[in-house]
Structures are given as structure tokens and as C-alpha cells.
């Protein structure tokens, strides 16, 4: 299992002005392959790399930096086309995919730069790195990381890190190549249930509450909104200082729950069934109102850190179709609309059952596990003979 693993380089003046130098070399000449990919029809990247590769090279740039460039390139464009592929861009003739497909695919200064071990080695006991930049190569350059993630890159960095810049400090994120726990044979399965009103519900009685994240949300959007109106300098200094703050909070925030799920399940030896929310954005209407509190909350960040954490714990994880959850009465089985009174009501039209209706979900969503789960196992009986 891959994750990734950021650590923060501390250069001294002269290092940081090296890296900077390089970030924006490498960008400005990855903006020139990508102007040379759209001019020849964005070719395959062995046919790209015989258009640009000698320029690079002439430029000053070293043979597997050089590659890193062309490889940027083409897989920006394999994105871009993946995207369309899937619909994201919007209609063949829409506004946003004609601007998309119209122009060649650039990059910002700070853009990530790819390194290999060729071009960055890592010691660790010393927390340094020794990188290639543009001047040469630089040595000793400190990084800092938390404990835990010194021993994972330590035991599982694997392939290639990305130096990145922001808001003017360096950072390098590092790929690890994490062994899975061997998975147990699940006694049951809890249902958990997402939302915005409540980010996750459980079948097993908890619940995080999305109303202090969808507060701090509004506070830091009516912030924002009043600093851009200003249009001060120090307006946009505050501005600059804000930025990625609700990220991060966000972020922490559904690291506690995935983690406090997780441990529930491998502390009781059940498995965790999820719904299926890709495309949710693409499929919901809602009112104008509402689409803010949809479209800034992270569905796919808290599914992910969920799947993620339950892999490296061995615990046993499901997929399950999200259609009726909410309908459908986890008592009788009874399906109807209007079963879903509000938010949080529910009231069977069948049995009469009154409930709280994200919890009757995460039950509909662990009885789903159990059945995907049992459909998806080995049969056990014996072979005829």
C-alpha cells in the first residue's frame, strides 16, 4: 500500500536559494515541453522526449532531471485526459472543456518537481538530504518530521519525492511503499454513514457532529469574504496568512474520526462498510444555499483516510450501493420516501419504528456489508468428485 509521507527542509540562505533557482528552471522548461507536446498532438513520452530532450539538456539540465521534466509533462496531459474521459471537464462543447483542450497545460513556478534516488538521498539519522539543483548538487540540507514519520520513510520510502514550495518553505513529499496487515475473518460489520449535518455515523452508536466543523466553515468564508473586499495590503497579507487554514483544520479533523472508527472495528474484530459516494457531487441537486456546505466538504478525503488506515490495521472494508440507505427501514425493510420525515427523523410507514435516521442508515449500510462480504467469499463446499 503507497502513502505518502511530508517532511519540512530547513536550508540555509544559500540552499534555499538553489532550490528556489531550480523550482522555477524546471517549470519554465517544463511550460516549453508541454508547448512542444500540444504543437506535435501530445505525443507518447519516448516519441516527446526526442523533441525536447537535447534542449533540456542544453539548458543545463541534468540527464534524469531532464527525464523527470518530460515525464511531468506527459502525465499532466494523461490527467487531463482522464478527467475528460470521466466527464469532470463537463460536455464535449462546454465552456470549461473548450478552455481546457484549447491551450497547452502550464505550470506555476513552484509547481512539485520529481526527484529519484539518483537525484536526492536521504540520511536519516543525521535529518538531512543531499538534493541536485540547478548549481549543483547541495548537501546536508536538514529536514524536520515527526517521529512517526521519520520511521515510516525510514522502513517504507520507496520511488520517487516530490519537492514542492509554499508560502516560501520547502517541503518534500516522499512515497512509501507500506506492508498491509493480513486481514482477519470479520465476526460483523459497522455501518457508517456520511454526512454533513453529521460528518459520520456508525452503527455502533457514535457520532461526529458536523456542527462546530459547518460553523468554523461560515466564520473562515465570512472572513475571507470581508479581507477580499478590502483589498488592502494588509488585507492580503492577512490573507496569505489564512490560506490552507481551513484545509488543515479540515483535514485533522477527519484524521480523528477515520481513526477513532478504525480502532472501534479492530478492537472488536468486525469490518467496516462504507457507501459508494463517488460522483455524489455530480449527482445531487441541491438548492444554492446548500451547494457551499456539499461541495467544500471532503467525501473523498474522509473515505480515503478511512480506507487507508483500515488496510494498514488488517481491518476487513466494503463497498456497499448508497441507493435507499435512507429509506428503508433497518427494522422491517419497509422502503419508502417518505419514511425520511427530516434530517434526523425517521419513522417507519411500515412498522411504525422511530429512529434517528443517520443511524438507521449505518445499519441498512452494515447489513449491506455483510451480504457484499458473504457474496464475495470462497465457497466452502466440497468439490464434487
Known sequence: MKIVTQVKLMPEAGQAAALRSTLRTVNELACWVSE????NGVPREYEL?????????????????????????????TTL?????????????????????????????????????RCLSWQYDAQTVSVWTTAGRIRNVRFACSTDALRTLREYRKG???????????????????????????????????????????????MAAGRGLNRYRKRQLALRAKLQAKR???AKRRLKERSRREQRHVKNTNHIIAKTIVTEAERTFAGLSLEELKGIRQRVRLRKPQRVALHSWAFAQLGDFIVYKARRAGVPLVFVDPA????????????????RV?????ICRGCGVVAHADRNASHNIAAGGESVWNAGRESRVPATQ
Open 36 to 39: 512542444v507536446a500540444f504543437a
Open 324 to 339: 435507499y440507505t435512507s429509506q428503508t427501514c433497518a427494522e422491517c425493510g419497509h422502503v419508502d420516501k417518505r419514511n
Open 160 to 206: 520517487e519525492a516530490d519537492l514542492i514550495e509554499r508560502d516560501g518553505d520547502f517541503y518534500l513529499i516522499a512515497t512509501c511503499d507500506v506492508v498491509e496487515a493480513e486481514t482477519y475473518e470479520p465476526g460483523g460489520f459497522i455501518g457508517v454513514d456520511l454526512g454533513i449535518v453529521n460528518v459520520a455515523t456508525t452503527s455502533t452508536g457514535y
Open 342 to 346: 427530516d434530517q434526523g427523523l425517521f
Open 49 to 77: 522526449r526526442k523533441h525536447t530532450y537535447a534542449h533540456l539538456k542544453a539548458e543545463g539540465l541534468g540527464a534524469q532531471a531532464a527525464q523527470h521534466v518530460i515525464k511531468k509533462v506527459r502525465d499532466a496531459y
Open 232 to 234: 488592502t495590503k494588509s
Open 81 to 117: 485526459h482522464a478527467n475528460m474521459r470521466a466527464g469532470n471537464l463537463g460536455k464535449p462543447k462546454s465552456k470549461r472543456r473548450t478552455k481546457a483542450v484549447s491551450k497547452p497545460i502550464t505550470f506555476r513556478p513552484s509547481a512539485a518537481q520529481p526527484y529519484d534516488d
